[in-house]
T-cell receptor, first 116, second 112 residues
Framework: GAVVSQHPSWVICKSGTSVKIECRSLDFQATTMFWYRQFPKQSLMLMATSNEGSKATYEQGVEKDKFLINHASLTLSTLTVTSAHPEDSSFYIC????????????FGQGTRLTVV | RKEVEQDPGPFNVPEGATVAFNCTYSNSASQSFFWYRQDCRKEPKLLMSVYSSGNEDGRFTAQLNRASQYISLLIRDSKLSDSATYLCAVRPISGGYQKVTFGTGTKLQVIP
């Protein structure tokens, strides 16, 4: 089946620094990828939709200048958390639709970000 | 009202029991429905899609009730390994048709 690989799986960084998270589709091309954030005991919340070759679409309330998304190729999308704060500590997960309107999403392994 | 709502649980059930979860959605135009399983600190994994006529996969049965706008998941003969959080997910028919909205999840704990 379709595989989405996300890296790193966890990262600890200092406040004020930036962290880049990569999401790759390994055996299919994804013109669209989604970035979610999940706080403990809460639901997955869609942050933004990454579109290959064009600007990402951000959900309401998500700062586009803080969460930079780049989708430079059909197999790679990156999320950069800039000037990270402790409140940005969360589980970040990317997903890609494998194709077809009715198919479910496939997720990367997730990245647990801790900002100290 | 949230787009997708679930009872967070936890549901504590003994091994071998049958357990059912419900999930309601607010957008009547929703097209596709799914159940995902998420283990602690892991990414969600697709458990099964939910079809209009209902569908079964081994011990798992999914049902869709469009009139009442809810989907359900039934797990028979619960195993210890079924312990996880179960997320329902809905995909709308328009406005970014590939975007999936998730419920908060229902936690299941199967007890020996």
């Amino acid at each position: 089946g379709a595989v989405v690989s996300q890296h790193p799986s966890w990262v600890i960084c200092k406040s004020g620094t930036s962290v880049k998270i990569e999401c790759r589709s390994l055996d299919f091309q994804a013109t669209t990828m989604f970035w979610y954030r999940q706080f403990p005991k809460q639901s997955l919340m869609l942050m933004a939709t990454s579109n290959e070759g064009s600007k990402a679409t951000y959900e309401q309330g998500v700062e586009k200048d803080k969460f930079l998304i780049n989708h430079a190729s059909l197999t790679l999308s990156t999320l950069t958390v800039t000037s990270a704060h402790p409140e940005d500590s969360s589980f970040y997960i990317c997903s890609a639709p494998p194709g077809g309107r009715l198919g479910g999403a496939f997720f990367g392994q997730g990245t647990r970000l801790t900002v100290v | 009202r949230k787009e997708v709502e679930q009872d967070p649980g936890p549901f504590n059930v003994p091994e071998g029991a049958t357990v059912a979860f419900n999930c309601t959605y607010s957008n009547s135009a929703s097209q596709s429905f799914f159940w995902y399983r998420q283990d602690c600190r892991k990414e969600p994994k697709l458990l099964m899609s939910v079809y209009s006529s209902g569908n079964e996969d081994g011990r798992f049965t999914a049902q869709l009730n469009r009139a009442s706008q809810y989907i359900s998941l039934l797990i028979r003969d619960s195993k210890l390994s079924d312990s996880a959080t179960y997320l329902c997910a809905v995909r709308p028919i328009s406005g970014g048709y590939q975007k999936v909205t998730f419920g908060t999840g229902t936690k299941l704990q199967v007890i020996p």
